[in-house]
């Protein structure tokens, strides 16, 4: 009787090359699926910021909720820091505020699964802050100014910019801050209207400048 046939080493090769291929393309997927579900998580987050944002506003006479400080204290000892966006949000929807988050100033906290958290971005702590989601500084007043305008007064709430992912820790910022690769080489925005929207880096980041773009009509800055 003739002898089982073995393997060659040419034929193992093969066969060894097949499998690692099958085995990348399961990860790519894998890896796909992953960021995509990542992503969704992290619009919801923004689209609670944005209900929060209309049902404060809906509560206060049309007005929206002050900026606060880009850094604030980790301590909160003014108005400015009790009345700030990333205090009056959270309570406006039953959540505890930025102040009660102990991830905000040590950098081996698990960061949990919550609206303030964007599964996506990999920036933790400075000691003092962090905030995956940042708010734009133009609206109410510029920076600190913190003057609270209507919403009823913004003409154009669908394209106005009210927060975004954050590629820093401030709190509050302008276009330089928004994260120009975080989601399938993105970012994704909150506007005035509550709605979320996802857009290419390269619809609001000038890559060769290394700063931010204000001259996208579907991303206005100000008011």
Not at 14 to 28: D, E, F, G, H, N
Not at 34 to 56: I, V
Not at 137 to 143: K, L
Not at 152 to 159: G, R
Request: with cysteine; charged share 10%; hydrophobic share 40%.
């Amino acid at each position: 009787m003739p002898r089982d046939r073995a393997f060659t080493l040419i034929e193992l090769l093969v066969a060894m090359a097949i499998i690692a291929i099958l085995a990348a393309l399961l990860l790519s997927v894998i890896g796909r699926a992953k960021a995509s579900a990542q992503g969704l998580t992290c619009r919801n987050n923004l689209r609670q910021w944005g209900q929060a944002t209309q049902l404060y506003a809906a509560d206060h006479g049309d007005h929206l909720p002050q900026e606060g400080r880009s850094n604030p204290p980790l301590i909160p000892h003014v108005a400015m820091d009790t009345n700030s966006w990333y205090v009056i949000l959270p309570q406006t929807i039953g959540l505890p505020s930025y102040y009660d988050m102990p991830w905000r100033s040590n950098l081996h906290a698990n960061l949990g699964h919550s609206i303030w958290i964007c599964p996506s971005n990999r920036r933790r702590s400075n000691g003092n802050n962090l905030f995956h989601y940042c708010l734009n500084e133009h609206v109410n007043g510029t920076g600190g100014s913190n003057s609270s305008i209507r919403l009823v007064s913004v003409p154009h709430p669908t394209v106005v910019v009210w927060l975004f992912d954050n590629g820093g820790l401030a709190a509050v910022a302008q276009w330089n801050n928004v994260h120009s690769n975080l989601h399938s080489h993105g970012a994704q925005f909150t506007f005035l209207d509550g709605h979320v929207a996802w857009f290419k880096n390269t619809e609001y980041w000038n890559f060769r400048t290394n700063k931010g773009l204000t001259n996208n009509p579907k991303l206005v800055w100000f008011p």
